[in-house]
């Protein structure tokens, strides 16, 4: 089991920045996907960024070129910088963790964060 906590989530005006962190521990796998999904009021959860243990990321495409995921393993912490922000970023934001490397088009999380929630003002 992986646990598994976010940080980071807040209020910020549109065209601005925020980096998400994501805390986790017990055991990973030596091969195993971690990402990054968000749910808005009112919609379903959609995947936003995954990177597998071989460093290789995949993005949605209403993301790319604005956030980046990336993870340090030495600190157990997986981060999402998050730039170019728009009021439909709004959203509640949840670290997930999957025991076997995939992408954001295949990932289905075994272990979920609370979520953290980021509010984009325009």
């Known amino acids: 089991q992986v646990q598994l906590q976010e940080s980071g989530g807040g209020s910020v005006q549109a065209g601005g920045s925020l980096e998400l962190s994501c805390a986790y521990s017990?055991?990973?796998?030596?091969?195993?996907?971690m990402g990054w999904f968000r749910q808005a009021p009112g919609k379903e959860r959609e995947g936003v960024a995954v990177i597998d243990s071989d460093s290789s990321a995949s993005y949605a495409d209403f993301v790319k070129g604005r956030f980046t995921i990336s993870q340090d393993n030495a600190k157990n912490t997986l981060y999402l910088q998050m730039n170019s922000l728009t009021p439909e970023d709004t959203a509640m934001y949840y670290c997930a963790h999957e025991a076997w490397p995939t992408n954001i088009k295949t990932m289905r999380p075994d272990n979920w964060g609370l979520g953290t929630q980021v509010t984009v003002s325009s």
């Open positions: 017990g055991y990973l796998y030596s091969s195993y996907s």
